[in-house]
């Protein structure tokens, strides 16, 4: 199963008793200030969750898979998260289906 916004935005209503506009605002405010961090180049850290950190990758070599030829790969940033201890230890014991 997927989550998608609707679901987080159904699923905090019924967590916290609000309205589902209050919800949505709540949501879609988080996702913005997440959003305005990364683009100014900030780390975004939610504890027992993870992080959110843009790194900087550098040009590299590389080949072009259908002709052989050597390429120069630009560089650019990347969006990486980084699960915390304790999230990976959750992820580590919940039963695959």
Same mark, same amino acid.
């Not at 949501?27 to 969750?49: D, N, P, Q």
């Not at 999230?87 to 289906?97: C, D, G, L, Q, R």
């Given at each position: %199963?997927? %989550?998608?916004?609707?679901?987080?935005?159904? $699923?905090?209503?019924?967590?916290t008793?609000?309205?589902?506009?209050?919800?949505?605002?709540?949501?879609?405010?988080?996702?913005? %200030?997440?959003?305005?961090?990364? =683009?100014?180049? =900030?780390?975004?850290? *939610?504890?027992?969750?993870?992080?959110?950190?843009i790194?900087? /990758? $550098?040009? $590299?070599?590389?080949? +072009?898979?259908?002709?052989?030829?050597?390429?120069?790969?630009?560089?650019? /940033?990347?969006? $990486?998260? /980084?699960?915390?201890? *304790?999230?990976? /230890?959750?992820?580590?014991?919940?039963?695959? +289906?």
């Amino acid at each position: %199963m997927t %989550m998608t916004k609707a679901e987080m935005i159904t $699923r905090v209503c019924e967590k916290t008793q609000v309205s589902k506009e209050e919800a949505t605002h709540i949501i879609e405010g988080t996702f913005e %200030m997440i959003k305005a961090f990364l =683009e100014r180049g =900030e780390t975004v850290k *939610i504890s027992t969750f993870g992080s959110f950190v843009i790194r900087t /990758k $550098r040009p $590299r070599k590389g080949r +072009n898979p259908l002709t052989g030829a050597e390429i120069i790969i630009p560089g650019h /940033k990347a969006l $990486r998260f /980084k699960a915390s201890p *304790i999230m990976k /230890k959750i992820v580590a014991t919940t039963p695959s +289906n």
